[in-house]
């Protein structure tokens, strides 16, 4: 038995549409396909043709058939939690500083020394924090 992919990303939102449009408003990612499960959330996706989904979203406040399917969570907090951070391979940083900034979203820049990527890290509505990588010419 071997790891093949790693597939995907949940996030429990407490203002399920809130956190669509960030990733999807935002940041460009593809709301689409997702099964009939007997609770509300959309599967994200980086392209329209990808197979699989790389972040799930659903709501923090849950239901008996989010329950029944994720489990129940109990006392289920808001930020990164043990995980720091999800991060993404992007282009034109120039473009993306310009969207928060026309939007007053704070974010962090980094330049990562003696490597050639820039990164900006910022917070989803939830508290996730996002790390946005930015490879440049060495």
């Excluded at 979203?105 to 939830?126: A, C, M, N, S, W």
Aim: hydrophobic content about 35%.
């Amino acid at each position: 038995m071997s790891l093949k992919t790693f597939e995907h990303v949940l996030i429990l939102a407490d203002d399920l549409k809130k956190t669509k449009e960030f990733y999807v408003d935002l940041l460009g990612l593809k709301d689409g396909y997702r099964p009939d499960f007997p609770f509300p959330g959309h599967w994200l996706y980086l392209n329209e043709d990808d197979k699989a989904a790389c972040i799930h979203l659903a709501m923090r406040k849950q239901g008996d058939g989010q329950d029944y399917y994720i489990g129940k969570k109990n006392n289920v907090k808001s930020g990164s939690g043990a995980i720091d951070h999800v991060a993404f391979n992007c282009e034109d940083i120039d473009r993306m500083k310009e969207m928060f900034d026309n939007k007053s979203i704070e974010y962090t820049h980094r330049k990562v020394p003696g490597f050639p990527l820039e990164q900006l890290f910022v917070d989803d509505p939830d508290g996730v924090k996002v790390e946005l990588n930015f490879p440049t010419k060495g």
